[in-house]
């Protein structure tokens, strides 16, 4: 368990630090990230958009919502 207690956290979209926002911890092959709550929803439904931020966002597919 890597201890965080005296680093400070940031987003792994916008780099905010966690002073500013809340952060959720996410953990992706292997990996972990923080992410913001404003910026979940990229992750969520574009995740494309995170290429590059987190190892293989490329790869993940976009939630897709039924509208009826």
């Known amino acids: 368990m890597v201890d ?3 680093t400070t956290l940031y ?11 809340p952060l959720v911890n996410l953990r992706y092959s292997g990996t972990q990230a923080w992410i ?5 929803p ?3 439904h ?3 958009e995170l290429a590059g931020k987190l190892s293989g966002a490329e790869s ?5 919502h039924d509208h009826d």
Request: hydrophobic share 30%.
């Open 42 to 44: 990229i992750l969520i």
């Open 46 to 48: 574009h995740p494309q």
């Open 4 to 6: 965080h207690s005296n």
């Open 60 to 64: 993940l597919t976009p939630f897709q």
């Open 36 to 40: 913001c709550s404003q910026c979940l």
């Open 11 to 21: 987003c792994l979209n916008c780099e905010r630090p966690e002073s500013a926002i």
